[in-house]
C-alpha cells in the first residue's frame, strides 16, 4: 500500500516519561505505517532541556510558529524533586508557558466523547470545549498582608503623572491583592476563541463578572463585544453560529441545563477551574485534549494531561501499565487533519478520521484501558482491560480494516 505524502513538516515534540513511550509506540503502529510522515522533531525531554538549557524550547515554539501545526508530547515541568531526580542544571519553566508566550495563545480543551461512558451530567451528550484566557489576573498579581492603616492602588503614568485608589481604610489585619492584564492580550484571547469557533462551527459563550467588576471585566466584555462586531459578525451568520455573552453565574447556569456542543470562554481563573470540572463530568482525564490556538492561526496539540509518572515507574520496573493513549492519539489526529486542511491534502485529513474512528470503535467494542474499565457501561459489552500496548494494537488492528 502507497503511504499518504504530506507537504509541509508537522514540528514534533518529543516529552517526558509515559507519554514518551506512547509517542513512540503510536508513531509506529498507529501512523508510520500509513504515513509518509514528515516532521521536524524537537527533543522537549528534560535530559535534552537540560542539555541545551532549555533553548530546545524555544527552538520549538518558533517552529511551531514558523509552519504553523505542532505536535507535543507531555512534558515535566520540574519541581525542586525532579531536580533532583534528573541531576538537572537549573529549575527548568514549564514549557507550555514558553510556547505558549511564544505563541500569546489560548487553550482550548475538548473531552472526546464514546459510547458507553456517560458523563456525570448525562444531558452532556456533546463535548464542551473550554478556552482559557492564559495570561495575567490572578497567575501574575502581587499580593501582601495588610494590617492597620490604608492600602492604595498607584499608577504612574510614562510622564510620571500619578493616580492613587484607595483599596481599603483597613482598621484591623487583613489581605490586599492587585492583578493586571494587557488589552492586547484580551485582543489576542478574542480572536483565538472566534478564529477557533469558526473552525469547529460551534456556538460561542464568553463569561465575566462585569456586573460587579464593572472596569476590569467590562473592558473583557467590550473587547469581545467590539472584535465580535467589528470582524466576526458576518463570517458567524454565515456559519450558522451564535455568540452570545452572559455573566459568569448565567454561563454556569446554562452549561449545567444545556447539552453541550459549546465553546466557552473563561478569564484565566474560571477556565482553571471549569476545565477540572468539565474534564471530570466527562469520566477520565485521558479523554480530554488540548490545543492551543494562536491570534494569527498557529495551532499546537497535546494531550490535556501530564507525563503519569506512577505508571511510568512501573513501566521501568517491567511492571504490564495499562496507560490511556487516546488524547495523546487525538493530539496527533488533530495536527495531521489541521495540516491535512491547510496544505489541501485529502487523504491525509481522510486518514485522522479514520484513526479517530478506530480508536472510538475500539473502546466503543469493549476494549480499552484499565482507567476506563469502572466507567463503561453498555448492554451486551463487557469491558475488557488492555496493557498499553494491547490497547494500541487493537486500534491498528481496527485501522487496517477500516
Ligand atoms: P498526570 O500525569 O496527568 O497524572 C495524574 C494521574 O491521572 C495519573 O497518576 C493517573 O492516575 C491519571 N492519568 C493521567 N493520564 C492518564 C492516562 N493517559 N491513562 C491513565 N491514567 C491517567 O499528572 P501529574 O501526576 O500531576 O503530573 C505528572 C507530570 O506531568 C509532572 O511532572 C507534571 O509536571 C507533568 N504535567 C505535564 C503536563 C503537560 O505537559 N501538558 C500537564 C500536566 C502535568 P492513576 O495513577 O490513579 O492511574
Ligand atoms: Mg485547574
Redesign the pocket.
Known sequence: MERIKMKTPLVEMD???MTRIIWKLIKEKLILPFVDLKTEYYDLGLPERDRTEDSVTTAAALANKKYGVAVKC????PNRA?VEEYNLKEMWKS??GTIRAVLDGTVFRAPILVDGVTPYIPSWKKPIVIARHAYGDIYKAVDGKAGKGVAELKFTDEKGKEKTLTVFDFKEDGVVLAMHNTVKSIESFARSCFNYALDKKMPLMFSTKDTISKIYDGEFKRIFNEIYENEYKEKFEKAGIEYLYTLIDDAVARIVRGGGGIVWACKNYDGDVMSDMVATAYG???MMT?VLVSPDGVYEY??????????YYKYLKGEETS???V?TIFAWTGALKKRGELDGLKDLSCFAEKLEKATISTIESGKM???LTGLFKKDGVTPVKLSTEGFLDAVAENLKAL
Do not use: C, M, Y
Open positions: 516529552g517526558d516519561e507531555a512534558t515535566i515541568t525532579r514549557p507550555n477520565s482525564l485521558a488540548s497535546e494531550a490535556a494531561h501530564g507525563t503519569v509518572t506512577r505508571h496507560t490511556n493513549p488524547a484501558t484499565g482507567d
